[in-house]
């Protein structure tokens, strides 16, 4: 069932959406698919020389997860506006000690309605939100606005 302008009020949070862990192989798939092989993604010789522990997920990729979390709540039709910026790297999982990985590798995206307004004949929200690892650290911050049937 969809999501009615009168089903949400000022303070509501949208649900909860947590990914499944970020490995290695979702970062070459992504690479694939947007073009964007920059080293910090995929090369441990390049990562060693600039003094980091670990290749990092591509932003754009923790933001695509976010807007997954979004269209999962609302019908990607009634998007008007996404917007983002991003806080911090993002680490893929160890698949040989996973256990001990997942919890920054795993992105958790939460949001709370913060406006509703009538704007070009449309019944619209704000919802600001936020994607964090399961350590607590920001990743990306922004907003979204969405027109409600």
Known sequence: MAITYDDVKIGDTIPTYTSAPITRTHLVRYAGASGDFNPLHHDESFIK???????????????????????????????????????????????????????????????????????????????????KDALGSRKLAGFFIAALP
């Open 49 to 131: 020389m600039i003094g980091m522990d670990n290749v990092i997920a591509h932003g754009m990729l923790i933001m695509g997860i976010t807007g997954e979390a979004i269209t999962s709540w609302i019908d990607q039709r009634n998007l008007r506006s996404f917007n983002a910026r991003f806080l911090s790297m993002t680490e893929p999982a160890d698949l040989n000690d996973m256990e001990h990985t997942t919890g920054r590798a795993t992105i958790t995206i939460s949001g709370k309605i913060v406006k509703k307004y009538e704007e070009n004949g449309e019944k619209r929200i704000k919802c600001d939100i936020v994607a």
